[in-house]
């Protein structure tokens, strides 16, 4: 895919953001890349980690993946965390 194909496919997966350019700005120059990343939010709400990387030979990786660090995990309950400790400690 061109760089304008890819920076086309995630527009339409996720909000607007200045990221774009930076991709496009990334692949065109061709000698000292270094690798970045960024926080993005999909169309639909969801958080979105992107990530860009320099290739051999001036190519390029784009990766577009959940974020799954920003999602909230639901807390485990005190009384079900003392339970399993006991039932473990009585199992050892």
Known sequence: ???????RLCQKTCQPTP???EIR???SVGHEREAWS????????????????????????VTLMPNLTSVSLPKVQKS?????????????
């Open 25 to 27: 700005n990334f692949v």
């Open 38 to 61: 960024a926080n993005l939010i999909s169309k639909d709400g969801q958080p979105v980690e992107l990530r860009v990387a320099p290739l051999a030979s001036g190519a390029s990786l």
């Open 1 to 7: 895919m061109s760089a304008k194909d890819i920076t």
């Open 19 to 21: 990221a774009w350019g």
């Open 80 to 92: 079900a965390h003392k339970q399993f400790t006991r039932k473990s400690s009585a199992v050892a």
